[in-house]
T-cell receptor, first 111, second 109 residues
Framework: NAGVTQTPKFQVLKTGQSMTLQCAQD?????MSWYRQDPGMGLRLIHY???????DQGEVPNGYNVSRSTTEDFPLRLLSAAPSQTSVYFC??????????FGSGTRLTVV | QQQVKQSPQSLIVQKGGISIINCAYE??????FPWYQQFPGKGPALLIA?????SEKKEGRFTISFNKSAKQFSLHIMDSQPGDSATYFC????????FGAGTRLTVKP
């Protein structure tokens, strides 16, 4: 039972590049979310999903896209990376939107 | 603007003491209030959570106190231990959890 798996663990991008952060869970959770964590700002919600085919915006959605074609996977796409998107990104999943289980994070640097 | 405000930013407690972290929320529609613990280089882990129909919940050394009318809730860590040194986050929401900015707790031996 792997829980929530995020790949890659580390990534360096150049400004303007695009990439996809992968997230997969094997707990059959309906709810999944993406957060970014920046020093002194806690975790801020980017996008979330309450089931396959359903996504919604969180607090800081600009510059990010998501899709949820299966229950297991919830990838996060950066369309055109900017230095302001340098952060640690966490994916999380939950049964019924309650206690979320977090992945180990992706540390992204945009230069 | 942050929907969940957490204080203090940092806290130093002696071993055996009580650690208290406070949070306030704005949205009265929120119906789930968890606390998370995070160690360096790791993702947050659920510690304890409460629903608004209960004023207090205790699990071992960890207690949540909840004041619905004041829109505030707090985490109390009794008999704090050096192993409790971590960053603690409160959160509030329904399906989409909004987090506080975090409290870095240091428990001195």
């Amino acid at each position: 039972n792997a829980g929530v798996t995020q790949t890659p663990k580390f990534q360096v991008l150049k400004t303007g590049q695009s990439m996809t952060l992968q997230c997969a869970q094997d707990m059959n959770h309906e709810y999944m979310s993406w957060y970014r964590q920046d020093p002194g700002m806690g975790l801020r919600l980017i996008h979330y999903s309450v089931g396959a085919g359903i996504t919604d915006q969180g607090e800081v959605p600009n510059g990010y896209n998501v899709s949820r074609s299966t229950t297991e996977d919830f990838p996060l796409r950066l369309l055109s990376a900017a230095p302001s998107q340098t952060s640690v990104y966490f994916c999380a999943s939950s049964y019924e939107g309650l206690g979320y289980t977090f992945g180990s994070g992706t540390r992204l640097t945009v230069v | 603007q942050q929907q969940v405000k957490q204080s203090p930013q940092s806290l130093i407690v002696q071993k055996g003491g009580i650690s208290i972290i406070n949070c306030a929320y704005e949205n009265t529609a929120f119906d789930y209030f968890p606390w998370y613990q995070q160690f360096p280089g790791k993702g947050p882990a659920l510690l304890i959570a409460i629903r608004p129909d209960v004023s207090e919940k205790k699990e071992g050394r960890f207690t949540i106190s909840f004041n619905k009318s004041a829109k505030q809730f707090s985490l109390h860590i009794m008999d704090s231990q050096p192993g409790d040194s971590a960053t603690y986050f409160c959160a509030a929401g329904n399906n989409d959890m909004r987090f506080g900015a975090g409290t870095r707790l240091t428990v001195k031996p």
